[in-house]
């Protein structure tokens, strides 16, 4: 169980918008941050501030130690086997393309392919499309159904010895659909594929096991785990890291520099080139530590619980519709919707007025939106600081939204 007093951990839930309540369903695009982890990032700047992996004074040790036990808590948040196998990067998007331009460009030859899907945010996309552009190799794609879940048929007849690359998001950012990566990833291997998963929207908000799941690439982002921005990793297994060349060349990555050449050091230093985000790095360990204080399975429940309310809720607004799987089991916290006659920025703004904090847009999808066959959605995302009382406001929000939007009787004739 989640606590309903979770919420006294994070500040910025008792600020009002607009003078109502913050009912903020966000979190898909960022999370909160509890009291613990902002003053975690307050004490690195006040008490121990240095550069990491070259200071012999206590301080750099102190900074260096704790930068370093902060890659172990992630790595054991999602399963790894060692610390060494997670490669701090800036975001969900950066670890991607690290894999895009450092595997990717030493691997995938002129007819390779690569197999994605249709529900991919656009940073599990684009940067395939650079590399597929560049080797002459061919993107495919594996479609949904109406119930927004991968046709594992297709998936089927997709794969061939052609394929280097199976790649997808854990659970969609729009439709909510956890997807069966153990399977999508056992037929991977089987075809001789590696297989990356886009965590961005799963381990905030599920236990993972990378092992569990077959992955060979891990992505994920701090900033929607309770953690700051700026920092997120890519998982690999340690003979992949290791075979692989580096992504940024400069200081720190390196053994010995020749004018000429030079040899890099292990992963995962390998793939850290430059001073990084140290400070925020070893704060996204304490958002880690406080999500596995409460408990990953508990969150997850939550979420199911609180999805299942708002599913039902929303299905009593007229000409609401919404978006991927009906069942919990299939689905995470995150439901997009559209309201029939009205624009989902007008949704979205009107429910700014009342408080209420959604995104709307194509949330970097555009490829699923055309595929939904609408421009845009507006989306409610939870965590595990909603209640039931946040679902009950929106609903009384699209309510709002509704009685503004109506067509106004005509003027009566005289
Ligand atoms: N992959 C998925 C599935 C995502 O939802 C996002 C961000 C990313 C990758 C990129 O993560 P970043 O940390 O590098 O930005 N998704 C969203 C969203 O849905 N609204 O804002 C950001």
């Given at each position: 169980m989640v606590p309903e007093s979770v919420r006294d951990d994070f500040p910025i839930l008792s600020r009002?918008?607009?003078?109502?309540?913050?009912?903020?369903?966000?979190?898909?695009?960022?999370?909160?941050?509890?009291?613990?982890?902002?003053?975690?990032?307050?004490?690195?700047?006040?008490?121990?501030?240095?550069?990491?992996?070259?200071?012999?004074?206590?301080?750099?040790?102190?900074?260096?130690?704790?930068?370093?036990?902060?890659?172990?808590?992630?790595?054991?948040?999602?399963?790894?086997?060692?610390?060494e196998e997670l490669v701090f990067t800036r975001s969900t998007t950066e670890a991607i393309n690290l894999v895009a331009y450092?595997?990717?460009?030493?691997?995938?030859?002129?007819?390779?392919?690569?197999?994605?899907?249709?529900?991919?945010?656009?940073?599990?996309?684009?940067?395939?499309?650079?590399?597929?552009a560049e080797k002459g190799a061919k993107l495919r794609f594996i479609p949904f159904d109406g119930q927004g879940q991968l046709q594992l048929d297709v998936y089927e007849r997709l794969l061939s010895p052609r394929t280097k690359l199976v790649a997808l998001a854990h659970q969609s950012n729009v439709l909510g659909t956890i997807n069966p990566v153990k399977e999508i990833a056992a037929r991977a291997h089987a075809a001789g594929a590696k297989v990356l998963v886009d965590?961005?929207?799963?381990?905030?908000?599920?236990?993972?096991?990378?092992?569990?799941?077959?992955?060979?690439?891990?992505?994920?982002?701090?900033?929607?785990?309770?953690?700051?921005?700026?920092?997120?990793?890519?998982?690999?297994?340690?003979?992949?890291?290791?075979?692989m060349p580096p992504f940024h060349g400069g200081g720190e990555m390196i053994m010995l520099v020749q004018l000429e050449t030079s040899t890099y050091k292990e992963p995962p230093h390998k793939f850290e080139a430059g001073t990084p985000n140290i400070g925020d790095c070893i704060v996204w360990g304490e958002a880690a530590d406080y999500l596995q204080g409460i408990g990953m399975g508990a969150i997850r429940e939550h979420e199911k619980r609180l999805?299942?309310?708002?599913?039902h809720?929303?299905?009593?607004?007229?000409?609401?519709?919404?978006?991927?799987?009906?069942?919990?089991?299939?689905?995470g916290g995150v439901v997009a919707f559209t309201l029939e006659g009205v624009h989902p920025?007008?949704?979205?703004?009107?429910?700014?007025?009342?408080?209420?904090?959604?995104?709307?847009?194509?949330?970097?999808?555009?490829?699923l939106h055309r595929r939904l066959g609408v421009a845009a959605t507006t989306r409610a995302s939870m965590y595990l600081y909603n209640t039931e009382s946040d679902i009950d406001a929106l609903v009384r929000g699209l309510h709002v939204v509704r009685k503004l939007f109506s067509?106004?009787?005509?003027p009566a004739q005289r």
């Open positions: 009002t918008v607009h003078g109502k309540r913050l009912v903020y369903l966000d979190s898909a695009a960022t999370s909160q941050k509890p009291r613990r982890v902002i003053d975690a990032l307050v004490r690195y700047y006040t008490t121990y501030n240095a550069n990491v992996h070259r200071g012999i004074y206590e301080m750099a040790e102190e900074a260096t130690r704790r930068y370093e036990e902060s890659r172990a808590t992630l790595a054991a948040f999602i399963g790894a086997r060692r610390p450092a595997w990717g460009r030493a691997t995938i030859r002129s007819g390779d392919e690569i197999i994605l899907t249709e529900m991919e945010h656009h940073s599990n996309l684009v940067p395939w499309q650079l590399l597929a965590g961005a929207q799963s381990a905030p908000h599920m236990p993972v096991n990378v092992a569990d799941l077959g992955a060979d690439f891990f992505a994920f982002s701090g900033h929607k785990m309770c953690g700051p921005t700026g920092a997120g990793a890519i998982w690999a297994r340690y003979e992949i890291l290791d075979a999805t299942a309310y708002a599913l809720a929303l299905g009593d607004v007229p000409g609401l519709a919404v978006f991927g799987p009906r069942d919990v089991e299939d689905r920025h007008d949704v979205a703004q009107v429910l700014d007025q009342e408080g209420i904090a959604v995104r709307a847009g194509h949330h970097c999808t555009q490829p067509p106004r009787p005509a």
